[in-house]
């Protein structure tokens, strides 16, 4: 079963700043937060991930709440490009000591000219 | 080299055909995984190969059937599969399946129909 939830779907202003929510109540203290974003016919990509602390990169920012049940995924200055399913993830460590991706059900995000 | 790469891009067989996926990497990545997924939904992992040794099944039925010939190679030998097996798969890598931060490349896809 999923252990995040996002919302459906969003839309934004070109050369707007999104905010992407995602809540993972059921989060351990060791548990990174991970995105990643699939475009229009092509394989997911990975945007960022993090632990406590807000993580910036040269795609995206991380907020990360506090008590770590949620987060948010921050796109500075959204393009026509960045149109996309965003995913959060949390992923499980198997008996094997492996670990694998759980996804969301992912926020469509629609970016408008 | 950050690719991954699928082959083929478009594949349509009938309920008795045997057909092979291919997924290749040459990131010197340990970990390599197939995953499924239906049109508007996430992709579901199906099978993590972790050092050339199947670390993860899913449960995924006998039809689909999983081989890493080695470290950069990852095949999805198909037979007598079912229409609802239509869909997208994809492949990916990664450096070692037991890092926890380890991102995942994933490559295109393959779109698979079955008639």
């Known amino acids: 079963d999923a252990k995040t939830t996002q919302p459906n779907s969003m839309e934004s202003n070109e050369e707007e700043p999104v905010h992407l929510p995602c809540n993972h109540s059921?989060?351990?203290?060791?548990?990174?937060i991970h995105w990643y974003r699939q475009l229009p016919s092509q394989g997911p990509e990975y945007v960022i991930h993090?632990?406590?602390s807000n993580v910036n990169n040269r795609m995206a920012s991380l907020a990360i709440a506090e008590d770590r049940k949620s987060s948010t995924l921050i796109l500075h200055r959204a393009t026509l490009r960045d149109a996309a399913v965003y995913y959060c993830?949390?992923?499980?460590?198997?008996?094997?000591?492996?670990?694998?991706?759980?996804f969301g059900t992912g926020t469509r995000l629609k970016v408008l000219a | 080299d950050t690719e991954v790469t699928q082959t083929p891009k478009h594949l349509v067989m009938g309920m008795t055909n045997k057909k092979s996926l291919k997924c290749e990497q040459h990131?010197?990545?340990?970990?390599m995984y197939w995953y499924k997924q239906k049109a508007k939904k996430p992709p579901e992992l199906m099978f993590v190969?972790?050092?050339?040794?199947?670390?993860i099944n899913e449960s995924v039925p006998s039809r689909f059937s999983p081989e890493c010939p080695n470290s950069s190679l990852l095949n999805l030998h198909l037979h007598a599969l079912q229409p609802e097996d239509s869909a997208l798969y994809l492949c990916?890598?990664?450096?070692?399946?037991?890092?926890?931060?380890?991102?995942?490349?994933f490559g295109p896809g393959t779109r698979l129909t079955v008639t």
């Open positions: 990916a890598s990664s450096q070692d399946a037991r890092g926890e931060t380890y991102e995942q490349y």
């Open positions: 059921t989060i351990s203290g060791t548990d990174y």
């Open positions: 993090g632990l406590t």
């Open positions: 993830i949390l992923r499980d460590l198997t008996t094997s000591g492996t670990y694998k991706y759980i």
């Open positions: 990131m010197g990545h340990r970990a």
């Open positions: 190969y972790s050092y050339e040794k199947l670390s």
